[in-house]
Protein backbone atom coordinates (compact mmCIF):
# COMPACT_ATOMS: atom_id res chain seq x y z
CA UNK A 1 0.00 0.00 0.00
CA UNK A 2 0.93 3.76 -0.14
CA UNK A 3 3.24 5.40 1.76
CA UNK A 4 1.85 9.29 2.93
CA UNK A 5 4.32 11.44 4.26
CA UNK A 6 4.19 14.59 6.01
CA UNK A 7 6.64 17.22 7.86
CA UNK A 8 7.29 15.29 11.70
CA UNK A 9 7.19 18.71 12.63
CA UNK A 10 7.02 22.48 12.03
CA UNK A 11 7.07 25.59 14.33
CA UNK A 12 4.80 28.70 13.43
CA UNK A 13 5.11 32.26 15.91
CA UNK A 14 1.80 33.36 16.32
CA UNK A 15 0.39 35.18 13.47
CA UNK A 16 2.50 33.94 11.40
CA UNK A 17 1.62 31.40 8.27
CA UNK A 18 2.53 27.90 7.70
CA UNK A 19 2.14 25.54 4.82
CA UNK A 20 2.43 21.26 5.84
CA UNK A 21 2.52 19.31 3.33
CA UNK A 22 1.67 15.69 2.37
CA UNK A 23 3.08 13.37 -0.38
CA UNK A 24 2.25 10.13 -1.54
CA UNK A 25 4.77 7.27 -2.50
CA UNK A 26 2.68 6.31 -5.65
CA UNK A 27 3.81 10.15 -7.82
CA UNK A 28 1.67 13.14 -6.86
CA UNK A 29 -1.18 13.83 -5.46
CA UNK A 30 -4.39 15.08 -6.93
CA UNK A 31 -7.81 16.05 -6.82
CA UNK A 32 -8.75 12.44 -7.27
CA UNK A 33 -7.11 11.42 -3.95
CA UNK A 34 -9.93 13.64 -2.23
CA UNK A 35 -7.63 14.91 0.55
CA UNK A 36 -8.36 15.72 3.82
CA UNK A 37 -6.60 17.22 6.79
CA UNK A 38 -7.71 16.74 10.63
CA UNK A 39 -6.69 18.10 13.97
CA UNK A 40 -5.75 16.28 16.69
CA UNK A 41 -5.03 17.43 20.48
CA UNK A 42 -3.74 15.26 23.38
CA UNK A 43 -6.39 12.70 24.70
CA UNK A 44 -8.68 14.00 21.80
CA UNK A 45 -10.62 12.16 19.36
CA UNK A 46 -9.15 13.90 15.65
CA UNK A 47 -11.60 16.82 14.48
CA UNK A 48 -11.71 17.01 10.14
CA UNK A 49 -10.29 20.34 8.80
CA UNK A 50 -10.66 20.10 5.64
CA UNK A 51 -12.21 17.60 2.92
CA UNK A 52 -12.16 16.91 -0.58
CA UNK A 53 -8.75 18.94 -0.90
CA UNK A 54 -10.13 22.35 -0.36
CA UNK A 55 -13.10 22.28 1.89
CA UNK A 56 -13.90 23.46 5.22
CA UNK A 57 -16.43 22.10 7.60
CA UNK A 58 -18.81 24.96 9.18
CA UNK A 59 -16.21 24.40 12.24
CA UNK A 60 -13.27 24.91 10.25
CA UNK A 61 -11.70 28.57 11.13
CA UNK A 62 -11.87 30.29 7.83
CA UNK A 63 -7.21 30.61 8.77
CA UNK A 64 -7.19 27.29 7.51
CA UNK A 65 -6.89 26.60 4.03
CA UNK A 66 -6.17 23.63 1.87
CA UNK A 67 -4.52 23.12 -1.57
CA UNK A 68 -2.75 20.99 -4.18
CA UNK A 69 1.00 22.70 -4.31
CA UNK A 70 3.77 21.44 -6.21
CA UNK A 71 2.56 17.83 -6.24
CA UNK A 72 1.17 17.08 -2.72
CA UNK A 73 -1.58 18.11 -0.91
CA UNK A 74 -1.52 21.29 1.47
CA UNK A 75 -3.11 22.85 4.84
CA UNK A 76 -1.96 26.41 5.06
CA UNK A 77 -2.35 28.11 8.56
CA UNK A 78 -2.70 31.87 8.02
CA UNK A 79 -2.68 33.99 11.57
CA UNK A 80 -1.72 30.98 13.53
CA UNK A 81 -3.41 31.26 17.28
CA UNK A 82 -1.81 29.40 20.52
CA UNK A 83 -4.89 27.01 20.27
CA UNK A 84 -3.63 26.01 16.54
CA UNK A 85 -1.14 23.98 18.26
CA UNK A 86 -1.82 20.09 17.49
CA UNK A 87 -0.65 17.76 15.95
CA UNK A 88 -2.10 17.58 11.96
CA UNK A 89 -2.65 14.58 10.04
CA UNK A 90 -3.58 14.40 6.03
CA UNK A 91 -5.43 11.17 4.54
CA UNK A 92 -5.35 10.57 1.09
CA UNK A 93 -8.02 8.18 -1.09
CA UNK A 94 -6.27 5.14 -3.41
CA UNK A 95 -9.65 3.79 -4.36
CA UNK A 96 -11.12 2.22 -1.65
CA UNK A 97 -8.12 1.95 0.30
CA UNK A 98 -7.56 4.95 3.08
CA UNK A 99 -3.80 6.34 4.07
CA UNK A 100 -2.88 8.81 6.93
CA UNK A 101 -0.05 10.25 6.49
CA UNK A 102 2.64 10.13 10.00
CA UNK A 103 1.31 13.52 11.68
CA UNK A 104 2.82 16.93 11.64
CA UNK A 105 3.06 18.29 15.52
CA UNK A 106 3.14 22.07 14.79
CA UNK A 107 4.15 23.97 17.61
CA UNK A 108 2.83 27.97 18.14
CA UNK A 109 5.73 29.99 19.97
CA UNK B 1 -27.43 14.98 16.26
CA UNK B 2 -24.99 13.17 14.28
CA UNK B 3 -22.94 10.43 16.90
CA UNK B 4 -20.78 7.83 16.53
CA UNK B 5 -20.27 5.37 19.99
CA UNK B 6 -17.83 2.69 19.73
CA UNK B 7 -17.67 -0.84 22.56
CA UNK B 8 -16.41 -3.69 23.19
CA UNK B 9 -12.54 -2.81 23.64
CA UNK B 10 -10.93 -4.30 26.74
CA UNK B 11 -8.30 -6.48 27.72
CA UNK B 12 -7.07 -9.75 25.46
CA UNK B 13 -4.58 -12.09 25.82
CA UNK B 14 -2.23 -12.27 22.26
CA UNK B 15 -4.12 -14.69 20.01
CA UNK B 16 -7.64 -13.53 21.50
CA UNK B 17 -10.70 -12.25 19.85
CA UNK B 18 -12.66 -9.27 20.52
CA UNK B 19 -15.71 -7.34 18.89
CA UNK B 20 -15.94 -4.23 18.43
CA UNK B 21 -19.17 -2.32 17.72
CA UNK B 22 -19.87 1.22 17.05
CA UNK B 23 -23.89 2.66 16.87
CA UNK B 24 -24.65 5.20 14.76
CA UNK B 25 -27.48 7.86 15.50
CA UNK B 26 -28.46 10.70 13.42
CA UNK B 27 -27.77 8.93 10.20
CA UNK B 28 -28.20 5.47 8.36
CA UNK B 29 -24.99 3.51 8.02
CA UNK B 30 -26.21 1.70 5.19
CA UNK B 31 -25.82 4.99 3.19
CA UNK B 32 -22.28 5.78 4.01
CA UNK B 33 -18.66 4.22 3.74
CA UNK B 34 -17.68 3.57 7.36
CA UNK B 35 -14.49 3.14 8.68
CA UNK B 36 -11.99 1.78 11.26
CA UNK B 37 -8.66 3.85 12.07
CA UNK B 38 -6.81 3.06 15.06
CA UNK B 39 -3.84 4.65 17.26
CA UNK B 40 -1.53 2.72 19.38
CA UNK B 41 -0.32 5.09 22.28
CA UNK B 42 1.48 8.14 21.55
CA UNK B 43 1.58 7.13 17.83
CA UNK B 44 -0.53 8.45 14.52
CA UNK B 45 -3.42 7.28 13.21
CA UNK B 46 -4.17 4.31 11.33
CA UNK B 47 -6.75 3.17 8.85
CA UNK B 48 -7.48 -0.36 9.06
CA UNK B 49 -10.93 -0.78 7.32
CA UNK B 50 -13.98 0.45 5.12
CA UNK B 51 -16.66 -1.08 3.88
CA UNK B 52 -19.09 0.60 1.40
CA UNK B 53 -23.33 0.69 1.23
CA UNK B 54 -23.40 -2.20 -0.61
CA UNK B 55 -21.37 -4.36 2.21
CA UNK B 56 -20.12 -6.01 -0.73
CA UNK B 57 -17.12 -3.43 -0.79
CA UNK B 58 -14.42 -3.40 1.93
CA UNK B 59 -11.05 -2.76 2.27
CA UNK B 60 -8.49 -3.63 4.70
CA UNK B 61 -4.93 -2.51 5.71
CA UNK B 62 -2.07 -5.02 4.90
CA UNK B 63 -1.38 -4.90 8.89
CA UNK B 64 -4.86 -6.37 9.44
CA UNK B 65 -5.79 -8.84 6.48
CA UNK B 66 -7.20 -12.04 7.24
CA UNK B 67 -7.55 -11.37 10.96
CA UNK B 68 -9.83 -8.38 10.71
CA UNK B 69 -13.36 -8.43 9.28
CA UNK B 70 -15.69 -5.87 9.42
CA UNK B 71 -19.74 -5.88 8.79
CA UNK B 72 -22.37 -4.06 9.17
CA UNK B 73 -26.04 -4.24 10.62
CA UNK B 74 -28.20 -1.86 9.06
CA UNK B 75 -31.16 -3.21 11.50
CA UNK B 76 -29.57 -2.14 14.37
CA UNK B 77 -27.61 0.59 12.74
CA UNK B 78 -24.65 -0.13 13.32
CA UNK B 79 -20.39 -1.15 11.98
CA UNK B 80 -18.66 -3.44 13.84
CA UNK B 81 -15.02 -4.77 13.66
CA UNK B 82 -14.35 -8.12 14.60
CA UNK B 83 -10.76 -8.77 15.32
CA UNK B 84 -8.84 -11.93 16.05
CA UNK B 85 -5.51 -13.58 16.65
CA UNK B 86 -4.33 -10.30 18.01
CA UNK B 87 -1.05 -9.16 18.65
CA UNK B 88 0.25 -6.78 20.88
CA UNK B 89 0.94 -5.13 18.30
CA UNK B 90 -3.07 -4.13 17.38
CA UNK B 91 -2.90 -2.22 20.86
CA UNK B 92 -4.76 0.88 20.33
CA UNK B 93 -7.65 3.25 20.29
CA UNK B 94 -10.21 1.84 18.03
CA UNK B 95 -12.34 4.57 16.27
CA UNK B 96 -15.18 4.27 13.69
CA UNK B 97 -15.62 7.51 11.01
CA UNK B 98 -18.10 8.56 8.87
CA UNK B 99 -17.32 9.31 5.60
CA UNK B 100 -16.61 12.18 4.12
CA UNK B 101 -14.91 11.91 7.05
CA UNK B 102 -17.69 14.33 8.93
CA UNK B 103 -18.26 12.41 12.35
CA UNK B 104 -15.64 10.31 14.13
CA UNK B 105 -16.78 8.46 17.73
CA UNK B 106 -14.95 9.18 21.09
CA UNK B 107 -12.94 5.39 20.71
CA UNK B 108 -12.87 2.05 22.07
CA UNK B 109 -9.43 0.85 23.84
CA UNK B 110 -8.02 -2.19 23.19
CA UNK B 111 -5.06 -3.75 24.89
CA UNK B 112 -3.38 -6.87 23.52
CA UNK B 113 -1.12 -8.28 26.88
CA UNK B 114 -0.75 -11.28 28.39
Known amino acids: QAVVTQEPSLTVSPGGTVTLTCGSS?????????SYWFQQKPGLAPRTLIY???ARHSWTPARFSGSLLGGKAALTLSGAQPEDEAEFYCLLHYSGVRVFGGGTKLTVL | EVQLVESGGGLVHPGGSLRLSCEAS????????MNWVRQAPGKGLEWISNIGPSSSAKYYADSVKGRFTISRDDDKNSLYLQMSHLRAEDTAMYYCAREPWLNWGQGTLVTVSS
Open chain 2, 26 to 33: GFSVSTHR
Open chain 1, 52 to 54: DTT
Open chain 1, 26 to 34: TGAVTNDHY
